[in-house]
T-cell receptor, first 114, second 110 residues
Framework: NAGVTQTPKFQVLKTGQSMTLQCAQD?????MSWYRQDPGMGLRLIHY???????DQGEVPNGYNVSRSTTEDFPLRLLSAAPSQTSVYFC?????????????FGPGTRLTVL | KNEVEQSPQNLTAQEGEFITINCSYS?????LHWLQQHPGGGIVSLFM???GKKKHGRLIATINIQEKHSSLHITASHPRDSAVYIC????????????FGKGTKLSVKP
């Protein structure tokens, strides 16, 4: 099992560009989520999905879109990148959305927006 | 006001010392996760607990739901324990209710 994979590992964008951060898991997990991590702050939830075809907003959804067409994949789209979106992005999954489940994190994508 | 407070923010210890990291939260929760973030950035889950105590190797986690407090202890600390430790209470319901502390950065010197 590869677990949770994310691509790319690093990305530099110019303001206004769009891009997609990829996330995939091979554990048949129902639940997937995207977080951003900024210096001096805890992880913050951007969007999450409780199953294929179902997504919902987290704490900081503005400027991001998601979709979940398959159980395995949960891409995060930046529509028009802004310097405020410079951050490290983590994708995570768990078997269900319940609190008792182990959370599995991807290795992260470090994004810089100039 | 932060819903999750961790202390200390930074901690330096000598190899072999007993380490304690504290987590206090202000909301009602049904469970709490402890996570470890390696210097390279990867995050792994250490514990999920809803009551009492759990032990895994040299790591021990305790929680008192009524007092809204959890602790993570490391016995016989080692330089490979150097990492950021993150407390993440779960408010119940969907994943949208998982909240994160800012982390405690631990450095263990040989």
């Amino acid at each position: 099992n590869a677990g949770v994979t994310q691509t790319p590992k690093f990305q530099v964008l110019k303001t206004g560009q769009s891009m997609t951060l990829q996330c995939a898991q091979d554990m048949n997990h129902e639940y997937m989520s995207w977080y951003r991590q900024d210096p001096g702050m805890g992880l913050r939830l951007i969007h999450y999905s409780v199953g294929a075809g179902i997504t919902d907003q987290g704490e900081v959804p503005n400027g991001y879109n998601v979709s979940r067409s398959t159980t395995e994949d949960f891409p995060l789209r930046l529509l028009s990148a802004a310097p405020s979106q410079t951050s490290v992005y983590f994708c995570a999954s768990s078997a269900t959305s319940g609190s008792a489940d182990t959370q599995y994190f991807g290795p992260g994508t470090r994004l810089t927006v100039l | 006001k932060n819903e999750v407070e961790q202390s200390p923010q930074n901690l330096t210890a000598q190899e072999g010392e007993f380490i304690t990291i504290n987590c206090s939260y202000s909301v009602g929760i049904s469970a709490l996760h402890w996570l470890q973030q390696h210097p390279g950035g990867g995050i792994v889950s250490l514990f999920m607990l809803s009551s009492g105590k759990k032990k895994h190797g040299r790591l021990i986690a305790t929680i008192n739901i009524q007092e809204k407090h959890s602790s993570l202890h490391i016995t016989a600390s080692h330089p490979r324990d150097s990492a950021v430790y993150i407390c993440a209470p779960w408010r119940g319901g969907s994943q949208g209710n998982l909240i994160f502390g800012k982390g405690t950065k631990l450095s263990v010197k040989p």
